[in-house]
């Protein structure tokens, strides 16, 4: 198994930023790819972005595009996730995931962190 715990949220200004970190332990040499998602109230969870962990292939929704980047650190055993330029509607729980099974879906969930974009 492997676990996943998120931490970096906050409180921030629209226009600021944040950096996500998750941190995956337990059986890390089993993942495949991890991706960042998040779900705000109200709405499904949605997309965010994904980094294969074996190469340098990235993903992002188009909402974040050009203002969030998606990064690891494979012998830390960490993603990350930095935004910039935040709006208010990025407010969600954000939860990290690591798909074990070569693509057949994401398996493992962290526990979210809060972001939270004021006006």
């Known amino acids: 198994q492997v676990q996943l715990v998120e931490s970096g949220g906050g409180l921030v200004q629209a226009g600021g930023s944040l950096r996500l970190s998750c941190v995956a332990s337990g059986r890390t040499f089993s993942i495949y790819r991890m991706g960042w998602f998040r779900q705000a109230p109200g709405k499904e969870r949605e997309f965010v972005a994904r980094?294969?962990?074996?190469?340098?292939?990235?993903s992002y929704a188009d909402s974040v595009k050009g203002r969030f980047t998606i990064s690891r650190d494979n012998p830390k055993n960490t993603m990350y996730l930095q935004m910039n330029s935040l709006k208010p509607d990025d407010t969600a729980v954000y939860y990290c995931a690591a798909d074990t099974r070569g693509g057949g879906g994401y398996d493992h969930w962290g526990q979210g962190t809060q972001v939270t974009v004021s006006s």
């Open positions: 980094i294969m962990w074996s190469a340098f292939t990235t």
